[in-house]
């Protein structure tokens, strides 16, 4: 396999080559091609310590450079990593060489859900359930404040027990991309799924342009074709303008309101999300306690409980090799876009024991009058007790080990006001740091 490894940056770590086989980075094992586009090249792939089959994208950074990617890139790796959700394909790590970059990220079989409509329409029961299993997963989306953009079937993966898995978020925006009218304004996405006040090109809000899009995903999946379509582009542009479209005779009552609902030409009037889940065809079968929740909003004996939250006890847990050589070079920086956009103050690094690190943290918090509380051996919440403008401030510490003598501490914000966390960060706890701290994401590191 070509150059997938650089080992300047490994010590003396090889990749390991078996026929078409290769390893990376000591974890996981190359196998199979599954796809390739222009700059980038998935493969199948196994976590050599959990076994797990993943799939792994691999980018060639020169190649991106050169079809001006690197920001779709950066702004999907941002994305996957805030939208954990079990109807999205999750991002588990990113890794990094100097010319490559690895995506290792959950391996769908189930192939695409337009597969199914190409050989026809579905039954309303399953076009219900992957539209129950679609509006869940969107709705999270745009509560983490990411907009698709870009829905439609051939986005719709689907696992081997047959859940909706929603993929590629390179045309995605986040709210930081609004502007100050408080809208989007770039345009993209699939025309023949894309709403009408996209296609004019005067801004859109991106939440309820994704409602439009998952009401053009429903007529499809009941119909088997599109609702707006013609040979000619400007005929259908004309045709989704003025919502012009008819109803086969076997859709039901109640879908056929829903579908009314949503592809309505004024966004204004569309029905949200909260409508959606109102109405009586898309409550039929619908299992209210199986809805994913929001991870900021568990309290923590949800967390405690939550088995993907707990960690090894061994050892902290390894900061990602990639998140080390973004945060800390200025070549390919991606860090900025991680975690709503990670501000200076909320990433530093450390040469001190991890413990030693730990009790800081602590004594800090206790200083600054925040209660502590021990979410996992190497994370710590800490508690604030006066009330903000947007409720008590709680910030979550965790230690990274990168090396023996090297740890990475990641910030960041639980619940609370934005402006109070910052002022947190910058005014309280980078001065209470310093004796501990090597060098603070974005400044240069100490000098021995």
Known sequence: MEDILDNSQHGNQKPLVNGTRSMIFGKYEMGRLLGQGTFAKVYYGKNLESNESVAIKVINKDQANKECMIEQIQREIAVMHLVRHPNIVELKEVMATKQKIFFSMECIKGGELFAKIVRGKLKEDVARKYFQQLISAVDFCHSRGVYHRDLKPENLLLDEEGNLKISDFGLSALHEHQRQDGLLHTQCGTPAYVAPEVLRKKGYDGAKADIWSCGVILYVLLAGF???QDENMMKMYRKIFKAEYEFPPWFSPDAKRLISKLLV??????????????????LKSFNRSSSFLVRENLDLKDELKDPELVRSKSSP????????ISSMSSGFDLSNLFENKRKSGSLFTSRCSV????????????????????????????????????GKLSVVAEVFEVAPEVAVVEF????????????????????ALKDIVWSWQGENKCQD
């Open 412 to 431: 960041s914000k639980s619940s609370g006001d934005t402006f109070e966390y910052r002022k947190f960060c910058d005014k309280e706890v980078r001065p």
């Open 265 to 282: 030409v004024d966004p204004a009037k569309r029905i949200s999300i909260s409508g959606i889940m109102r109405s009586p065809w898309f």
């Open 355 to 390: 413990s030693a690190i730990m009790t800081k943290l602590e004594l800090v918090a206790k200083k600054l009058n925040f209660s502590v509380i021990s979410t996992k051996e190497y994370k710590v919440r800490l508690q604030g007790g006066c009330e903000g403008r947007k």
């Open 226 to 228: 599109l609702p707006f």
């Open 317 to 324: 847990p390894f900061y990602n090799a990639f998140d080390l």
